[in-house]
């Protein structure tokens, strides 16, 4: 694993977007992940005016994008079965788990997980 690529749910994003600017320093110069559910969820709040739809793009191709495939699906079953997460974050949970990634959030259900590599963020 590089220490320099990092795995990122859909809340550091927004909280980034926003100016939180301890998260710009923790993220500065690292090679940023993200599942296709944040880029869908980030893209799909329906306030997004046309400026934050613009923000939001540019800062997702300065992304390394992972779509779902066999193995994450995997992953997502197990995990399902043995976690009660909802999908999305079960799916962006099982992506970090196969990239075998470091995955920064702040979702407090995420601590529920053990074999995850968690970077827990709290404002």
Do not use: H, W
């Not at 992972?66 to 999305?88: H, W």
Request: charged share 30%; with cysteine.
């Amino acid at each position: 694993m590089n220490g320099n690529k990092i795995f990122v749910d859909t809340n550091i994003i927004l909280y980034l977007l926003n100016g939180d600017e301890t998260l710009a320093e923790l993220l500065n110069g690292k090679q940023l992940y993200i599942s296709f559910i944040t880029q869908l969820e980030l893209l799909s709040y329906p306030k997004n005016s046309r400026k934050d739809i613009k923000i939001i793009q540019e800062f997702i191709e300065q992304c390394i994008i992972i779509d779902i495939n066999e193995e994450i699906k995997d992953i997502v079953i197990d995990l399902k079965k043995k976690q009660q997460f909802k999908l999305p974050d079960g799916i962006i949970i099982a992506t970090a788990l196969y990239l075998d990634l470091p995955l920064i959030t702040a979702d407090q259900d995420f601590k529920k997980l053990d074999k995850l590599n968690l970077i827990f963020y709290e404002r």
